[in-house]
């Protein structure tokens, strides 16, 4: 089948969409963070949750593979999901895994049309998790997602460095990509450098957790920190390279960060921050641009953050960037997974992109979200492995096994 052609799976996508457009009211304290520069997006999958919150000034909805789990575990899909088993054995997919990847793929495109539709706003689509390390067809979905909804379709790639090749590519496309999975500033230059994405992430709400839970100090302003030095970095490469590369800031967890970050290129709020932020709104007059900020997290006697790998989130040394600008020059045939990662390792970085035996990854795997603190302290100190690589690799296994149940619904539901 030709690029242009369109499938029988598409079709069955497309097929009975048809939302009635939400009328939504403004609000001026929405509208005042627009004007501070501040774009709003809402973090969920849920239509009748954000039909409730949703206001003239947001512009995007942004999904992922544990939300969109949790739409698909209603059940709102069991009875469609055999029509689109049908079409996509009608397009070529016969072995099982195949088949399942067709389906998760053709939910998360149905469900973000939807939603599409009911709120005429962008939505961001991500990536089945199995495809975290497979440019070829990472590349092959993220044209079809966009082929779905060209003009309001964001690809969501995750930070591994086929992911960053990925990207790459779906961009000289012309195909707006959404990088997740990011938690510091250095791997949003990475990011901005080689995958020239238009946007990244940091994920502020796990990083001020981990500070907390992991005893290191009350957990306040490490998230924050890091999200407005990546802000300053991807600030600086956009004027000094030109790209288009813009800040999300993401797994907001407090009503208040809504001002402490005002100014920030974009929020994507869970709707529990929405909430917050007008159950006790500040004066308009109060908000005001906060980008420059500089918040300093307080730490509990004993702990030294460069030890614990913590400036590792905030802190983009001169070299590094050095490294990663010369890659934003390579050409297409030059990048790839493999040079990316050894002109990082040459170049004393590798800790960004660190190379774990399995027993490792594992480790990771079964820590949940978050790495634990106790398992890593020699390997942050010595600088062998990134505090902000952990967080993305845990981050990618935590979202894998929201995949797989996802999955398995899907399989129930084909008999």
């Known amino acids: 089948m030709s690029d242009t052609a369109t499938s029988e799976l598409e079709k069955v996508i497309h097929e009975g969409v048809d939302e009635e457009r939400l009328v939504a009211p403004s609000n001026p304290h929405w509208t005042r963070m627009n004007e501070l520069g501040t774009e709003l997006w809402l973090d969920t999958g849920d239509m009748d949750e954000a039909a409730r919150l949703w206001s003239n000034e947001f512009t995007a909805l942004t999904t992922n593979n544990t939300l969109l789990n949790k739409e698909i575990q209603k059940g709102i899909y069991d009875d469609w999901i055999p029509r689109a088993a049908e079409a996509a054995r009608s397009d070529g997919a016969t072995d099982e895994n195949d088949l399942v990847l067709e389906i998760a793929f053709a939910l998360n495109a149905r469900h973000g049309l939807r939603l599409v539709k009911k709120f005429g706003a962008d939505v961001s689509v ?33 930070l591994t460095a086929e992911g960053l090749v990925a990207a790459r590519h779906l961009v000289e496309d012309g195909i707006r990509v959404n990088f997740t999975l990011g938690f510091s500033a250095r791997e949003n230059v990475l990011i901005a450098c080689v995958a020239q994405p238009h946007y990244c992430n940091v994920f502020m709400g796990r990083l001020n957790a981990y500070a907390s839970d992991e005893g290191l100090g009350d957990g ?3 998230g924050e920190k890091a999200t407005l030095a990546s802000q300053t970095a991807v600030a600086r490469l956009r004027a000094d390279l030109g790209i288009r590369t813009r800040q999300i800031g993401a797994s907001m967890r407090m009503g208040e960060q809504v001002a402490t970050l005002a100014g920030h290129d974009i929020y994507t709020m869970p709707l529990a921050v929405a909430e917050a932020f007008l159950a006790e709104p ?36 001169e070299s590094f960037e050095k490294c990663c600008r010369e890659m934003a020059g390579w050409s297409l045939a030059k990048l790839t997974p493999e040079s990316v990662s050894e002109h990082l390792h040459t170049n004393g970085h590798g800790s960004v992109l660190p190379r774990l035996h399995a027993d490792l990854i594992q480790m990771l795997r079964e820590s949940g979200k978050m790495p634990k603190r106790e398992q890593w302290r020699s390997a942050l100190a010595s600088g062998e492995v990134g505090l902000d690589a952990l967080f993305t690799l845990a ?21």
């Open 395 to 415: 981050g990618l296994h935590s979202f894998a096994q929201d995949q797989a149940a996802l999955d398995e619904r899907i399989l129930k539901q084909l008999g």
């Open 282 to 317: 500040p004066a308009l007059e109060s908000l005001s641009s906060r980008i420059h900020e500089t918040y300093e997290p307080t730490w509990n006697e004993g702990i030294d953050p460069a030890l614990e790998g913590l400036e590792t989130l905030w802190a983009v040394p």
């Open 126 to 158: 991500e990536l089945h998790t199995n495809l975290a390390h497979d440019v070829e067809r990472s590349v092959a979905y993220g044209r079809r997602y966009a082929k779905i909804s060209p003009e309001h379709f964001i690809v969501k790639v995750p």
């Open 220 to 222: 306040s302003w490490v």
